[in-house]
């Protein structure tokens, strides 16, 4: 995306408004339109379709609403010249991809070029646990159920802080980083994100958002991975993502049966 298509996007204050207001997760767009009434809706249509024509929006139909994403990886091109620190661990794995496949061309070119696409699950699950339980299990009890391992005698942990590593540990002394988390706001939502362990032309991010139902808990994930991600990659990853959620999580919170080293 080039700058100037970027700077032409920030230079209405009610766009950067927008984006301040996507910075802390997706909003519809009449949600947007409450936060800026001083703008008809229609208004706010426009602007988000500059954002999103300069790629700072990402947006998605579901029903009758349309959810708006902020996407960082645009700002931090543009601004790269001038940062040295990472302002969004997502778009520095991203950029880091693309530096790869413009430096190694040689090796892009052998790869199905069909493969580098960007692909997002979204997974929704009512859980008969409260919401401090249900966090609990997705952090500090990561061991107790996960199912899928690279051996299957290692150990799952989670440093839960930001900036904290979910990773496996092997017996041998060696092991395998699943991610790092990038947000948290206990026990409402937890975000982490990097590399992929089993592909390093792969990135990933996962989100969780938790809401209470009662004396149940929705628990909405919302993962996309992107890079070179072969299609028979994609369907392990959707499948996968289904028996973790759907089987092995709610199996654990609701029967007490975790994971269990096979014979």
Known sequence: MESDTVWRALASPHRRKLLDLMKDGPRTTGQLSKDLPELTRFAVMQHLGVLEEAGLVLSRKEGKSRFNYLNPIPLRQTLERWLTSS???AA???LHLKRYAETRREVAQQMDQNDY???KIEMEMKIDAPRERVF???TEELNNWWPHRFKPDSQVSCDVRVGGRIEERFANGGGAVYGEIVYMDAPFQIASGGTSALNRGM????????????????????FQIWGYVPENVEKMYREGSR?????????????GIG????A
Request: aromatic share 8%; no cysteine.
């Open 87 to 89: 302002s969004s661990t």
């Open 92 to 94: 520095e794995t991203a």
């Open 117 to 119: 696409r960007f692909v």
């Open 136 to 138: 609990a299990a997705l």
């Open 203 to 222: 990135s990933s991010y996962s989100m969780d958002t938790l809401e209470e139902d009662g004396e149940s808990t929705v628990l909405k994930r919302n």
């Open 243 to 255: 028996q973790i959620m759907e089987v092995a999580l709610n199996r654990y919170l609701r029967d």
């Open 259 to 262: 994971y269990q080293v096979p």
